[in-house]
């Protein structure tokens, strides 16, 4: 009941975030509460994430869409165990030797978000029927990534990572595993928001992952984000979000455990134009076509989680307006990187040979145009196959919205089908 009651207050603050981010009051009044059920709230969270079986539901939403489902466990070089769905082939081909392509999602999500919509809508399971193997990444610490080798995932160290170490261990350990578990020495990569985040990093700072990844799709790119308008990032940005989201825990942001999924859903059900705004606060609003009937699912799985670091180093991006590594203060900056400040994140340093297409819309609240021209800029001239402008698309749209198979999908078939075709003549 005093969970329940935590909750409620705090949907009912995101819901208005206008009025509590200038009242101070009611900060105290959340930091009350939680110092009061504190232990209670972070060891119900974790256990909860623990304990649901995702990877089943994950599988059989899958399955009842007619296709095939595997999981697999991913171990980075720094012990994080991630789990990576496959799609190996389509029941109308069963054809067993296919280019594997790895789908990365974005801020707060898990792989989840490829297959919001029906089959015919949704990109795995039209790769899938075009012939690829389809893996579905998910970065450390959200739903399908709560496991160490080592590390006890309530400990704060488990927690402490941000999007350098995505780039720098999760995106290159996936890679290597794929290529590992096909034979097939390169594959094709599409990235959503955080997921071409990390992409930049390992392209740029990861001796030879051009080679294995030689094709990179960016859905909704992020770089520097002086032009940002999510409230949500820029409100986080001016406010201590330590002190804002004491109730999530000291180290985890935003989990989907089925004991907050099923207060959610039901409240999405009492009010469906408040769970939209909930959802929309946290990720940016979709601006594209939307089935709606979709809502429940989507707020029953959505936010799939992360750290509090993470949720920090973006904020880092908003205030100083520069695309860079994690900053620990003059002190860590010494310490982990050998200068004051953090370096620079360099798309200018990502080998020509790459081949990259982004697609970003005129709605993007977390990738606005303006910021991904000056990201298309640094990139060297060689890399850039194109970049598509859509017209109201905004940062979900690329995954979510109805219409995406019409917009987006055939373009990337197309780039998938030239480089490959091209890569065995």
């Not at 067993?96 to 949704?122: C, E, F, M, Y």
């Not at 995932?153 to 780039?167: I, L, T, Y």
């Not at 698309?393 to 373009?411: E, G, Q, S």
Request: charge should be negative; aromatic fraction near 12%.
């Amino acid at each position: 009941m005093k969970l329940n009651y935590l909750i409620s207050i705090l949907l009912f603050l995101i819901i208005n975030y206008s009025s509590y981010v200038s009242s101070i009051e009611i900060f105290k009044d959340i930091n009350i509460i939680y110092d009061h059920l504190k232990d209670d709230i972070e060891e119900i969270i974790v256990d909860a994430i623990t304990r649901v079986n995702h990877v089943e539901y994950f599988i059989d939403i899958v399955n009842s869409n007619g296709y095939p489902c595997e999981h697999h466990s991913v171990i980075t070089e720094d012990g994080y165990i991630l789990g990576v769905f496959r799609i190996p082939y389509s029941y109308n081909d069963q054809n067993k030797t296919r280019q594997p392509i790895l789908l990365q999602h974005g801020l707060l999500d898990s792989s989840i978000t490829w297959i919001v919509n029906n089959a015919n809508q949704s990109l795995p399971f039209i790769l899938s029927d075009m012939g690829y193997d389809v893996w579905m990444g998910n970065n450390r610490g959200n739903t399908f990534s709560i496991n160490h080798t080592r590390l006890d995932v309530k400990s704060r160290e488990f927690w402490e990572f941000s999007f350098d170490d995505m780039g720098w261990y999760d995106l290159p350990s996936m890679v290597d595993y794929i290529i590992q578990a096909t034979g097939i020495d390169e594959i094709g990569y599409v990235g959503h928001s955080e997921g071409t985040m990390q992409a930049w990093i390992s392209y740029s700072e990861i001796k030879g992952f051009d080679k294995k990844v030689p094709i990179y799709i960016g859905l909704g790119p992020v770089g520097n984000v002086s032009h940002i308008t999510n409230v949500a990032l820029k409100t986080m940005a001016t406010f201590r979000i330590d002190d804002l989201f004491r109730i999530f825990g000291t180290k985890q942001f935003l989990p989907s455990p089925k004991l907050l999924r099923g207060i959610f859903i039901s409240f999405c059900i009492d009010c469906p134009l408040c769970c939209e705004d909930v959802v929309e606060w946290l990720c940016g609003p979709h601006k594209g076509a939307f089935n709606q009937s979709r809502m429940p699912f989507v707020s029953g799985n959505e936010p799939g989680g992360t750290s509090l670091r993470n949720m920090v180093h973006f904020t880092q991006l908003v205030n100083s307006k520069q695309f860079q590594h994690y900053d620990y203060g003059v002190i860590g900056n010494l310490l982990h990187y050998g200068h004051e400040k953090p370096p620079l994140i360099n798309v200018e340093n990502i080998p020509p040979t790459v081949k990259i297409a982004l697609f970003s819309g005129t709605k993007d609240e977390l990738a606005d145009t303006i910021d991904v021209k000056q990201l298309v800029s640094l990139l060297p001239p060689e890399t850039i196959l194109s970049w598509d402008i859509i017209e109201n698309y905004a940062h979900l749209d690329y995954v979510w919205a109805i219409d995406a198979n019409i917009l987006v999908y055939p373009k990337i078939l197309n780039y998938f089908n030239n480089f490959f075709n091209q890569s065995k003549s």
